[in-house]
Nanobody, 124 residues
Framework: QVQLAEFGGGSVDSGGSLTLSCGVS????????LAWFRQSPDKEREAVVK?????NPNYADSVKGRFTISQDKNTLSLQMNDLKPEDTAMYYC????????????????????WGQGTQVTVSA
């Protein structure tokens, strides 16, 4: 059974840093597309960073230069620096199917499995 579990959230002051981790179990995640999403009560869910079919990250403009995704065995991490109050949200890791088409790898647009989320709160 596929399971994703986030941890590492917390409360920090503006300008601070946090590292989120997502433990992946139930499959070899090197065959999946992984991503981090976030959602706050007054906003729609947004993708923070998505990996493409080759594992290359695509960051949301709002976090470029501040957030960095990394993968190590069965753990997906998100290093968040220079945090701002607008980064306050519940953060989720999720995965999508990886497939091959016309000789290239790509990810489906639907994210199949989701973790339970971890809260990040940034104070001004």
């Amino acid at each position: 059974q596929v399971q994703l579990a986030e941890f590492g959230g917390g409360s920090v002051d503006s300008g601070g840093s946090l590292t989120l981790s997502c433990g992946v179990s139930g499959y070899d995640y090197f065959g999946r597309c992984l991503a981090w999403f976030r959602q706050s009560p007054d906003k729609e869910r947004e993708a923070v960073v998505k990996t493409d079919g080759y594992g290359n990250p695509n960051y949301a403009d709002s976090v470029k230069g501040r957030f960095t995704i990394s993968q190590d065995k069965n753990t997906l991490s998100l290093q968040m620096n220079d945090l701002k109050p607008e980064d306050t949200a519940m953060y989720y890791c999720a995965d999508a199917d990886l497939f091959a088409r016309n000789g290239r790898y790509a990810c489906t647009s639907v994210y199949t499995h989701w973790g339970q989320g971890t809260q990040v709160t940034v104070s001004a």
